[in-house]
């Protein structure tokens, strides 16, 4: 079958990088039951742990392969064979396993991470994806910090490890440091000037230090990228990988981009609620696609608008992701249209002389009280208004 040159592939990090977060460790129970979840919603590639790191992580691993089908299981390993063995032994019931291994590229992690030279980490990268690749076909290759690296030297890097057996190259910005431009023609650099670079597929695996990580992935995709690495929620290292829905959504709104996932969309919102609580990591109300409020509508012009069409305020769909219901929110700050909008919605007909007069009450109420909730409504409804 020929490799459609416009899929994109979904691969999740939210139990290797999203669980790293202190706080957010789950038990091999609760990551069997996240996995199954990202089956149903279509990632393409799980990254399912780091087996060294622990015999808890590793045990994880093993029973991640056992119990999902389709997808590919990766495991993180770094570029030695201690790592490395772990992994293999880690994958074995996998039905389509991955490993993951890299190392810095930038400057700054060769001499003061590893205190070494570029020639000595090309050689170990090289090294570990060809010991890697004895034992599973499929080898991503990650270049830590690429983000900072030097465009020839990461050029250099990439073109080595494919030439070693890599099948996928991921280009992290490990710090959330590249503006999207920046990243974009870090990934067209690689693209136009790596000999190889048709023998393997690209990966972006952006953080978001700077609130760029989806922007970035976005740029990379733009410029010849079919990976996108992120988790759930956003949640990951510092201030987290890229939100995993916030890209997928971006490909399907903007269908001029012309790129497409296996997603799907409508899984989002509860595997969102799952991933939150058995992380113990809130959801923030304004986090955009899974956010509480993401699709509640609370000035009075917004609701105006939104009342007598949706997509003058929406772009996309509640139901698209899962999401229950676009709600409008009642404060101070809404309309007349707003308040007629509940109390039909409660049964009460209203004429345009009641409207006015019960949205002065409404008013006043509004100002003292933060939620108006249907009891006020029909306390405010049942002075004047006839229920039908
Ligand atoms: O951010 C990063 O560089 C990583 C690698 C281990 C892929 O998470
Ligand atoms: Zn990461």
Do not use: W
């Amino acid at each position: 079958m020929l490799h459609d040159p416009n899929r994109v592939y979904v691969f999740d990090t939210t139990l290797r990088d999203g669980e790293q977060v202190p706080g957010c460790q789950l038990t091999t129970p609760e990551k069997i039951e996240i996995a199954r979840e990202l089956e149903a919603l279509g990632v393409d590639i799980i990254e399912a742990g780091f087996p060294i790191s622990s015999p808890g992580d590793f045990q994880s691993v093993v029973e991640i392969t056992k119990a999902v089908k389709h997808p590919t299981v990766c495991a993180l390993t770094r570029c030695n064979k201690g790592d490395i063995d772990s992994a293999i032994e880690a994958l074995k019931y996998a039905k389509h396993p991955r490993i993951h291994t890299g190392i810095g590229s930038s400057d700054m992690h060769i001499k003061h991470k590893f205190n070494s030279t570029r020639q000595e980490i090309l050689e170990r990268a090289v090294e570990s994806v060809k010991y890697a690749k004895r034992a599973v076909e499929d080898i991503e290759f990650f270049a830590e910090d690429a983000g900072r690296a030097d465009i020839e030297y990461l050029a250099q890097m990439v073109e080595a490890v494919i030439a070693a057996g890599a099948t996928v190259v991921n280009i992290p910005d490990t710090n959330g440091y590249c503006l999207p431009d920046q990243y974009g023609s870090k990934i067209r650099f690689l693209k136009e000037n790596v000999k190889n670079i048709d023998k393997a597929i690209i990966a972006v695996h952006c953080h978001n230090d700077l609130g760029l990580a989806t922007a970035n992935s976005i740029a990379g995709l733009q410029n010849g990228a079919r990976q996108i690495e992120g988790t759930i929620n956003g949640i990951g290292e510092r201030a987290g990988n890229t939100s995993i829905e916030e890209v997928v959504m971006i490909l399907k709104t903007h269908q001029n981009l012309g790129l497409h996932t296996n997603i799907n969309t409508r899984n989002f919102y509860e595997l969102s609620r799952m991933v939150s609580t058995q992380m113990r990591m809130p959801v923030q109300p304004n986090k955009a696609i899974v956010g509480s409020n993401a699709f509640a509508h609370s000035s009075g012009i917004h609701q105006d608008g939104f009342l007598k069409m949706r997509e003058n305020y929406e772009i996309i769909k509640p139901e698209d992701v899962g999401f229950p219901s676009a709600t409008i929110v009642l404060t101070a700050r809404s309309g007349r249209h707003a308040l007629k909008f509940h109390l039909e919605r409660l049964g009460y007909k209203i004429d345009k002389e009641e409207l006015a007069e019960t949205y002065q009450r409404f008013l006043t109420l509004a100002d003292s009280k933060l939620d108006i909730s249907d009891e006020d409504l029909h306390s405010l409804a049942v002075t004047r208004l006839v229920k039908e």
